[in-house]
Each structure stands twice: as C-alpha cells, then as structure tokens.
C-alpha cells in the first residue's frame, strides 16, 4: 500500500498570484505564501501598499515581484501575467481577493454606478484574471484557484446588495469553474470570509464589532487575516488534490448559527 504521507505539503517553489495584496487578507496570504517557500507575486491596485509588502518579504528572504494591478483593467491583467511568466516561468496559484465594498440601499441615486464598480471589481475581475492565467496555470502540476467570496455570498445583511449579489456571483463561478476545469487537473475552490480586522472594517467602531461579534460569532471575535490565509494555503497544498469547488466558511461559526 502507498504511504500516506506520499501527497505533499509543501507550497515550495510554487508560482502564486494574489490580488489585493496590499493589504489585509491579501497581504496575510503573501506572507504565509512566501513563508511556505512559495514565490509570490505581490499585486494590488495601490503600489505603496506593495512596496512595503514586498519590502518585507524580501527582508525575510522570500522570492517575490510586485506588480501593480488593477483588476479592471484588462491591460494591466495582461501585463501582469506577461510578468509573472518572465520573471518565474510559470504560474501555479491564483488567489481573486481583491475587494471594495460600498454600502448602498436599492433607491440610492447612485446605485447603479456603485453595483457596476462593486460587480467590476469583486466578480468580472476574478473572471478575467482566470481567463488571463488559465493558459500558464494549466501546465502547472499544482494547478490551483482560490477565489474569496464572503459570509455575505451565502446569506444577507441589507443595504449592501451590489456587494452581496457579487459575492454570491463568486460561488456561482467558483461551482461553475470547478465543474469545467477539474478535467484539466485544475482544483477551483472558494472561502468565505466572516468578520475579519482588515482595512475594509476598520472603521466600524470597537464596541459595535464586539457587540456584533459577541451576538452572531460563536467564537465571540472578529477573526484576522492570517486565519483566512492559512485556510487559503491549505486549499493550495499540492496535497489538497481532491478538494474541488468547495465553498468553505472561514467565519467562526457564523454562518451556522440560528439565533
Ligand atoms: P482590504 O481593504 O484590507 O484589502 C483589499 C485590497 O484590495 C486593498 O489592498 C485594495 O487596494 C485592493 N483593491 C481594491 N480594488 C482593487 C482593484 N480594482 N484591483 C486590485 N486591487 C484592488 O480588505 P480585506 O478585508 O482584506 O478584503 C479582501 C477580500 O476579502 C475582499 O474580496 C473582501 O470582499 C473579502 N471579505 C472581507 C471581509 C472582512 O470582514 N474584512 C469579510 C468577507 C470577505
């Protein structure tokens, strides 16, 4: 019989590319990559925020490129995997994390403009990075797809629509993508995040996230980024081979609590 142990679980070497790194959850996810021996493409919108990212890998001896990325803009999409594959050759690993949130009700005046931007950012950029990557991420023998949703693709708070109806979108092509591409060897799995202490929740007051945590969190806390990103490393693991289009609450307990 075959060890056990025979599957690996090691990131080692591996090609990552992270959206959003810059801060939060998508920062967490480069150090642990990089940590794990992955060498990691550090990508964000905003280059401050990559330079110290990156600044700080290197500084750990960690193998990185930053890359500044818009992921709505296709160009910069493109750019950024013409980068990855002269820098490294190849790429493994695709994290969709990058996020914006815009609270809105339905009759705001502009609703619209803020379900485009929300739907542009959180959803069609996830498409468009897979559809960029596939071609070099197909050749990977480690051939993986993170894309984060939310507690909020599962179930609803109000006056967040545009964010909610994305982050369900998210699911969808997660299910969809893993269906089409597990043939390929390509694993595509989702997390959903519940409370996290990032940038995008750090202006709500203390006493409200406690307030909050302790009546809906089963664990009474908001979690913190690094939480999230070992789960992501988990997902990428060559050794994780047969975890596919798996929507995966990374909440506390969230989201199955009743009352
Ligand atoms: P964050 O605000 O700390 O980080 C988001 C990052 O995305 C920022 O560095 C920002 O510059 C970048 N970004 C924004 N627009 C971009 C664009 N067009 N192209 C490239 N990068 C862009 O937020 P956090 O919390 O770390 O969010 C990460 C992901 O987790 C997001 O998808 C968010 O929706 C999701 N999430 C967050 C939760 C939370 O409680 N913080 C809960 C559930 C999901």
């Known amino acids: 019989m075959a060890k056990l142990t025979k599957l690996s679980r090691s990131v080692e070497g591996k090609v990552a590319l992270i959206t959003g790194a810059g801060s939060g959850m998508g920062r967490a996810t480069a150090f642990v990559f990089a940590e794990a021996g992955a060498k990691v493409v550090v990508s964000d919108i905003n280059e401050n925020q990559i330079d110290e990212v ?14 500044v990325l818009d992921v709505t803009n296709q160009e910069n999409i493109n750019e950024a995997v013409t980068n990855v594959i002269k820098e490294f050759g190849q790429l493994d690993i695709l994290v969709n994390n990058a ?25 069609k950029g996830q498409v468009n990075l897979i559809r960029a990557a596939l071609p070099f991420i197909r050749k990977s023998d480690c051939a993986r797809i993170v894309n984060i949703s939310s507690t909020e693709g599962m179930g609803a708070t109000p006056r967040i629509s545009p964010y909610t109806s994305a982050k369900h979108g ?16 390509i694993t595509v799995n989702c997390i959903c995040p519940g409370p996290i202490n990032t940038a995008m929740t750090a202006a709500i007051p203390t006493e409200d996230k406690q307030i909050y945590a302790r009546r809906r969190v ?42």
């Not at 990156?54 to 890359?67: M, P, R, T």
Request: hydrophobic share 40%; with cysteine; aromatic share 6%.
């Open 54 to 67: 990156a600044k700080e890998i290197d500084s750990s001896e960690g193998a990185c490129l930053k890359q």
């Open 218 to 259: 089963p664990l009474k806390r908001y979690g913190e980024p690094e939480e999230v990103a070992h789960m992501t490393l988990s997902l990428c693991l060559p050794a994780a081979s047969f975890v596919n289009g798996a929507v995966l609450p990374v909440d506390g307990g969230l989201s199955i609590k009743r009352a």
């Open 99 to 123: 996020g914006i949130s815009i609270p809105t009700t339905i009759d705001d005046e502009n609703y619209e403009e803020s379900w485009d931007k929300t739907f542009d950012v959180l959803l």
């Open 170 to 185: 998210v699911i969808g092509l997660t299910r969809s993508l893993a269906a089409e591409l597990g043939s390929q060897g």
